[in-house]
């Protein structure tokens, strides 16, 4: 079976956990016998930029269509709408079949600019969206979820990552039969630069004290403020910790201000846009990862953190609990609530052995759920579920 795998994000380029979800699904797919091939901007012409991919994909589709003659196209968000619209008006009978997976609804994604507020806090809002978050909202978002719409209702086989995300999929965009094929990890993706295996400078007098992570791009809802808030609880609680937060984004200024403003400065270390390996290596370091947002689908960090055995602490928002068990694998706390988040921050500092068991079992859980070969499983159900021909050793996958 030859599947090309059409999408705009993509490592080195893009440090995207959607786009490095592709290259785990595809080594899934070539581990099972089939021909995969990635279309990204590179193959779309020179300099083509992330807004100008949507419609320049289009031709290049056709070209590997004419010339490799692809059994199933798949796109990945909703910049693979007017693919799949152009596929969509060819015969079927001669047309490849046409997939479309969506880590996230653009409906949800718009919904979650908003002010944040702490639950748990007198003066319950906490943080208000930036000019550029307003923008990415008026401007951006109906794009989005019009190309996104488009996408889920001209496709053949509609793909989520969470059944979380599946159920908003099919309310937001009107349509039915989303199922799910996992976020994934464990696929060698390359080997590390020089560079990118240097050690992080943390600018910390002691190197060895424990540290909660955070990584990702700084945005509103990702829920930091909630957890620079939570650290001030635990300090006022009598316990030390320091956190490091792994990612750049919009709302640094800020989130800088507010450090201020709590009394922080000295407790949080930005280490800024990090490369994987600097990553992995903060991670690997890290007492816990958390993950305060009020908005995902199925974060690739927290799968990262289980493969290494780290403990997560995590809002209980979208397809997060459908990963993290309560009191098993991690903690899970309710959204916006800093003083939840601060008591189980005050867990894993005081009993680090508890947490590293959460740590060790969240590994076996994935390695039971959600590595390469588990989405090439659920990959071809959905395909097969479709009336498509799938290799005869996935006929009848294993549960």
């Known amino acids: 079976m030859k599947v090309l795998l059409v999408a705009n994000v993509l490592p080195p380029r893009d440090l995207s956990g959607a786009g490095e979800q592709v290259l785990q699904l595809a080594w899934g797919l070539r581990e099972a016998g089939?021909?995969?091939e990635i279309l990204g901007r590179n193959r779309c012409g020179p300099n083509v930029s992330k807004s100008a991919f949507p419609w320049r994909a289009r031709s290049a589709v056709r070209r590997v269509i004419r010339e490799w003659r692809p059994d199933v196209v798949q796109v990945h968000e909703s910049d693979g709408g007017l693919v799949i619209r152009d596929l969509a008006r060819l015969d079927p009978a001669s047309r490849p079949l046409l997939v479309a997976l969506q880590q996230v609804s653009y409906v949800r994604e718009r919904q979650a600019v908003r002010p944040l507020v702490d639950h748990d806090q007198d003066v319950r809002v906490v943080a208000r969206p930036v000019r550029s978050e307003l923008?990415?909202?008026a401007l951006?978002?109906?794009l989005h979820i019009a190309l996104g719409r488009l996408t889920a209702r001209r496709s053949d086989v509609r793909l989520a990552p969470s059944r979380s995300t599946a159920v908003e999929i099919e309310r937001d965009y009107?349509?039915?039969?989303?199922r799910v094929v996992p976020n994934v990890t464990g696929a060698p993706l390359g080997a590390p630069t020089r560079e990118s295996m240097?050690?992080?400078d943390l600018d910390e007098p002691d190197a060895g004290?424990?540290?909660v992570l955070a990584v990702g791009r700084l945005r509103i809802r990702k829920g930091t403020e909630i957890l620079l808030q939570a650290l001030a609880r635990v300090r006022d609680r009598g316990h030390r910790m320091r956190l490091v937060v792994a990612g750049d984004g919009e709302r640094r200024e800020a989130l800088d201000a507010l450090c201020q403003q709590l009394g922080l400065d000295a407790s949080v270390h930005w280490a800024g846009r990090c490369s994987r390996s600097e990553t992995a290596r903060l991670r690997r370091r890290a007492a816990a990862l958390v993950v305060p947002s009020t908005y995902e689908g199925m974060p690739l960090v927290i799968l990262e953190a289980m493969s290494d055995g780290v403990p997560v602490i995590a809002s209980s928002v979208s397809g997060i609990p459908e990963v993290v068990i309560d009191g098993e694998t991690g903690w899970l706390v309710p959204?916006?609530?800093?003083a939840a988040l601060a008591g189980a921050l005050i867990e894993v500092m005081s009993d680090?052995?508890?947490a590293r068991a959460r740590g060790e079992a969240g590994r076996q859980r994935l390695d039971q759920r959600f590595r390469p070969h588990h989405a090439a499983r659920q990959w071809f159900e959905a395909v097969g579920s479709v009336g498509f021909p799938v290799p005869t050793m996935w006929e009848n996958p294993p549960g």
């Open 34 to 36: 089939c021909e995969v």
């Open 135 to 137: 923008l990415f909202r």
């Open 140 to 142: 951006r978002t109906p």
């Open 174 to 178: 009107g349509v039915e039969g989303v």
């Open 198 to 200: 240097r050690a992080p």
């Open 209 to 211: 004290e424990p540290y």
């Open 335 to 338: 959204p916006e609530r800093s």
């Open 352 to 354: 680090p052995e508890a």
